[in-house]
């Protein structure tokens, strides 16, 4: 079984692309909407990804979600199944390939920390930012399972990062 997209060079494109897309994305939340972020590996300079833009939006509450779902809709997005309470998923395909997920949580919801955190660890260790790159490319190319069989294997990794006990955390100095 196949990742949603194949691994690719990091782009610096991505960024831009985000920039684009959050003004649009933000008119489906209304006065709900506190902030949305770019995360996931896109959002980390010099780290290979799939081209896939992660957005996190942060919401005070899910009360308008089935007007939300709608306008995503007309915007691309069809509503994926929660990962958790609060935490709703949608991705974006065009053409028949992935091109955008959305997480949307609510304020103070844990997802919303951890997502920021390994992000920045991420940007900030350029050592943490490797082993993860080499990471992803071995689970590619060994992956038989597809996105669930990576991202199970991805996530010691980023608990360990999270957690300060891969020994890498310190930025560079």
């Known amino acids: 079984m ?3 997209s194949n691994i690719a060079c990091y782009n610096p494109i991505w960024p831009a692309q985000f920039q684009v897309d959050k003004s649009i994305i933000a008119s489906a939340f209304g006065d709900e909407l506190i902030e949305i972020h770019h ?5 980390v300079p010099e780290l290979a990804a799939k081209p896939e833009i992660d957005v996190l939006v942060e919401v005070l509450d899910h009360k308008n979600a089935q007007a939300r779902d709608q306008l995503l809709m007309g915007l691309g997005y ?4 929660d990962l958790t309470t609060d935490h709703h998923f949608y991705r ?3 053409n028949g390939v992935r091109t955008h997920k959305l997480h949307v949580c609510t304020r103070g ?3 919303v920390a951890q997502m920021l955190k390994f992000r920045d660890l991420l940007r900030s260790n350029a050592l943490m930012r490797r082993q993860y790159e080499e990471l992803k490319l071995r689970l590619e190319a060994s992956n038989t399972g597809g996105m ?13 990062a999270l957690s300060g006990l891969n020994g890498v955390q310190k930025p560079n100095t």
């Open 148 to 160: 669930a069989e990576y991202l199970k294997k991805k996530a010691p990794f980023i608990i360990d």
């Open 2 to 4: 196949a990742l949603t």
């Open 109 to 111: 919801h844990l997802a």
């Open 92 to 94: 974006r395909n065009v």
């Open 39 to 43: 995360v996931g590996s896109t959002s």
């Open 78 to 81: 069809l509503r994926g199944t």
